[in-house]
């Protein structure tokens, strides 16, 4: 899966009933290999890491 398709949504945390459903892409998310997972994890904490050290900057 090269493309990502990003779907803005508006939501009150304090109201569920505003919470997004039924819209997962199931094929695309399938076809998602573990190397892609483990590629974005490692992502997520890269910029956890860099977002931590800026606070502190």
């Known amino acids: 899966?090269?493309?990502n398709n990003l779907?803005?949504?508006a939501v009150d945390l304090n109201d569920?009933?505003?919470f997004p459903r039924g819209f997962v892409n199931t094929d695309?998310?399938?076809a998602t290999t573990d190397a892609?997972?483990?590629l974005h994890e490692k992502e997520d904490d890269d910029r956890a890491r860099l977002d931590a050290l800026n606070k502190n900057a």
Do not use: F, H, R
């Open 7 to 9: 779907t803005k949504v």
């Open 1 to 3: 899966m090269n493309k």
């Open 16 to 18: 569920p009933s505003t």
């Open 36 to 38: 892609e997972i483990k």
């Open 28 to 30: 695309a998310l399938d």
